[in-house]
């Protein structure tokens, strides 16, 4: 089976060169063994924490281990050793100027972030590897992928059984992550909270209606998007306002960072319910921001994505704030352009400011500095963009 390469392989090599650890995050089946072991074969030994006899190995005798794994090593799963960190900073500690050292790998931000300041502060870089973007997926399948999903197994094997595969994921990350992050036992109710959420994509999150549907508490709702922010099942886009303070007060939309998940949890099966679907619209929509924030991460911009609603009811889908400029983007799933579908974008932007509408149709410009882009080109990012 031919290796798929990343978008993030070129950020990685940078990191190995300028901090002594390097820190791997992301969901499980995201493709960071195959990464690691494919394009540091030669030079990196691999060890994982899956394997019982690891752990065992370094709990029982931690200098020992490291006497042996001392450089140039990948440490998968260090969330169930999470003494690990306080040894590896000793061994970075000890030689300052070797870079590269360790890589360590985990399916979780909490355990990273709580060790990190515990004890990799300063000697240890981060990044995060999602599942596929679009452009590292072969053009036949990209299509699908909108609702078929981007995890690189299932489009490596074509999204051959994808119904079964999904199935299997969310038993495994109701029954490993969901119990490894936080002691939820209320997991039916954890589990019809990320089917509402699903049927609720690219919404505004409102926490009291979904608690009262679910019938818990407000506090447990948090708790439980906080889970799935933290194992990179979804994330929230927060509204944009001038005044900074309003962005924590104001609710965010929720998106998942994959599609095809969000159509296995509403019943979607194949291209014709996708789009007889009450949702396909949040979906595409869903589909494009998360392609959009995916690229963000993997190429460690410093961007930041809002969207923007007002009281009396203009909206804009996305807002990508580049610091010294904004682009303002409106997502439709329609192939034909219709004056109304700019409105937005035109009241809110600035004259010099750049409006973008994302649909399947032509690419061409209804006016100065406001693009009409066909979606498949405009997710066309570089390598190293």
């Given at each position: 089976?031919?290796?798929?390469?990343?978008?993030?392989?070129?950020?990685?090599?940078?990191?190995?060169?300028?901090?002594?650890?390097?820190?791997?995050?992301?969901?499980?089946?995201?493709?960071?063994?195959?990464?690691?072991?494919?394009?540091?074969?030669?030079?990196?030994?691999?060890?994982?924490?899956?394997?019982?006899?690891?752990?065992?190995?370094?709990?029982?005798?931690?200098?020992?281990?490291?006497?042996?794994?001392?450089?140039?090593?990948?440490?998968?799963?260090?969330?169930?050793?999470?003494?690990?960190?306080?040894?590896?900073?000793?061994?970075?500690?000890?030689?300052?100027?070797?870079?590269?050292?360790y890589i360590l790998t985990g399916s979780s931000?909490?355990?990273?972030?709580?060790?990190?300041?515990?004890?990799?502060?300063?000697?240890?870089?981060?990044?995060?590897?999602?599942?596929?973007?679009?452009?590292?997926?072969?053009?036949?399948?990209?299509?699908?992928?909108?609702?078929?999903?981007?995890?690189?197994?299932?489009?490596?094997?074509?999204?051959?059984?994808?119904?079964?595969?999904?199935?299997?994921?969310?038993?495994?990350?109701?029954?490993?992550?969901?119990?490894?992050?936080?002691?939820?036992?209320?997991?039916?109710?954890?589990?019809?909270?990320?089917?509402?959420?699903?049927?609720?994509?690219?919404?505004?999150?409102?926490?009291?209606?979904?608690?009262?549907?679910?019938?818990?508490?407000?506090?447990?709702?948090?708790?439980?998007?906080?889970?799935?922010?933290?194992?990179?099942?979804?994330?929230?886009?927060?509204?944009?306002?001038?005044?900074?303070?309003?962005?924590?007060?104001?609710?965010?939309?929720?998106?998942?960072?994959?599609?095809?998940?969000?159509?296995f949890l509403t019943g979607i099966k194949d291209e014709d319910t996708f789009i007889k679907?009450?949702?396909?619209?949040?979906?595409?929509?869903?589909?494009?921001?998360?392609?959009?924030?995916?690229?963000?991460?993997?190429?460690?911009?410093?961007?930041?994505?809002?969207?923007?609603?007002?009281?009396?009811?203009?909206?804009?889908?996305?807002?990508?704030?580049?610091?010294?400029?904004?682009?303002?983007?409106?997502?439709?799933?329609?192939?034909?352009?219709?004056?109304?579908?700019?409105?937005?974008?035109?009241?809110?932007?600035?004259?010099?400011?750049?409006?973008?509408?994302?649909?399947?149709?032509?690419?061409?410009?209804?006016?100065?500095?406001?693009?009409?882009?066909?979606?498949?080109?405009?997710?066309?990012?570089?390598?190293?963009?």
């Amino acid at each position: 089976m031919a290796y798929i390469n990343r978008n993030l392989e070129s950020s990685l090599k940078k990191y190995l060169k300028v901090f002594p650890a390097v820190g791997l995050t992301g969901p499980r089946q995201s493709g960071k063994s195959t990464m690691l072991k494919t394009i540091l074969a030669s030079s990196y030994e691999y060890v994982t924490f899956d394997d019982y006899e690891m752990v065992r190995s370094f709990q029982d005798d931690p200098k020992g281990f490291f006497n042996k794994y001392s450089d140039r090593v990948v440490f998968d799963e260090v969330q169930k050793v999470p003494d690990l960190f306080h040894y590896i900073k000793l061994q970075i500690d000890n030689d300052r100027r070797r870079y590269g050292k360790y890589i360590l790998t985990g399916s979780s931000q909490f355990v990273f972030m709580k060790s990190i300041t515990e004890s990799l502060a300063g000697r240890i870089g981060l990044l995060t590897l999602l599942p596929f973007q679009r452009n590292e997926i072969p053009v036949s399948s990209q299509d699908r992928s909108t609702y078929y999903g981007c995890y690189p197994e299932q489009v490596v094997n074509k999204f051959k059984e994808n119904i079964s595969w999904y199935s299997a994921y969310i038993e495994t990350y109701l029954s490993r992550d969901v119990r490894d992050l936080s002691n939820i036992g209320q997991l039916r109710e954890f589990r019809r909270c990320l089917f509402l959420l699903a049927t609720r994509t690219s919404q505004i999150l409102d926490l009291s209606t979904l608690a009262h549907d679910l019938g818990v508490a407000v506090n447990t709702v948090k708790k439980w998007i906080s889970v799935l922010e933290a194992s990179y099942i979804i994330f929230l886009l927060p509204p944009f306002y001038n005044n900074l303070g309003k962005r924590i007060v104001k609710s965010p939309k929720v998106y998942f960072f994959d599609t095809g998940l969000v159509s296995f949890l509403t019943g979607i099966k194949d291209e014709d319910t996708f789009i007889k679907s009450p949702i396909y619209g949040a979906i595409y929509e869903n589909y494009i921001v998360a392609e959009i924030y995916k690229n963000i991460i993997h190429s460690r911009s410093d961007n930041e994505l809002f969207y923007y609603r007002t009281s009396n009811g203009v909206e804009v889908d996305l807002i990508i704030d580049q610091k010294t400029s904004k682009e303002f983007l409106e997502i439709k799933a329609s192939k034909k352009y219709q004056p109304d579908m700019v409105e937005s974008i035109i009241k809110i932007k600035k004259k010099y400011e750049k409006g973008i509408l994302i649909y399947r149709g032509k690419d061409f410009n209804p006016e100065q500095n406001l693009f009409c882009k066909n979606a498949s080109q405009y997710l066309r990012f570089s390598k190293d963009e």
